[in-house]
């Protein structure tokens, strides 16, 4: 059984940035891409952001993209997700996920490819 526990969300204005960070327990961490999505009220799970296990490659949403970035260390078992420029639309809560699969080459934007979620937290942007 994996844990992953996010921190960092608040209560931002728009313009302000955040850093999210999530803390998996796996010991073979280094091996999975992570994923971070968000869902807001009203809204179903969207895809935000997701980085290859080595750290090589990363993934966005077009709405995030140049304003986000995703980013590990696998040495502290630990994904982080640096949010700039932040809107209100951005407000949510935002989960962070494991890969289902391990060494996968691409990282995925489905949710079905991720086996482990943490419990979420909230981010919220005022105008």
């Known amino acids: 059984q994996v844990q992953l526990v996010e921190s960092g969300g608040g209560l931002v204005q728009a313009g302000d940035s955040l850093r999210l960070s999530c803390a998996a327990s796996?010991?073979?961490?280094?091996?999975?891409?992570m994923g971070w999505f968000r869902q807001a009220p009203g809204k179903g799970r969207e895809f935000v952001a997701a980085?290859?296990?080595?750290?090589?490659?990363?993934v966005y949403a077009d709405s995030v993209k140049g304003r986000f970035t995703i980013s590990r260390d696998n040495a502290k078992n630990t994904v982080y997700l640096q949010m700039n420029s932040l809107k209100p639309e951005d407000t949510a809560v935002y989960y962070c996920?494991?890969?289902?699969?391990?060494?996968?080459?691409?990282?995925?934007?489905?949710?079905?490819?991720?086996?482990?979620w943490g419990q979420g937290t909230q981010v919220t942007v005022s105008s």
């Open positions: 980085i290859r296990w080595s750290g090589v490659s990363t």
């Open positions: 996920a494991q890969d289902r699969s391990a060494y996968r080459a691409i990282p995925s934007q489905t949710e079905f490819e991720y086996d482990y």
């Open positions: 796996r010991r073979t961490f280094s091996s999975y891409a």
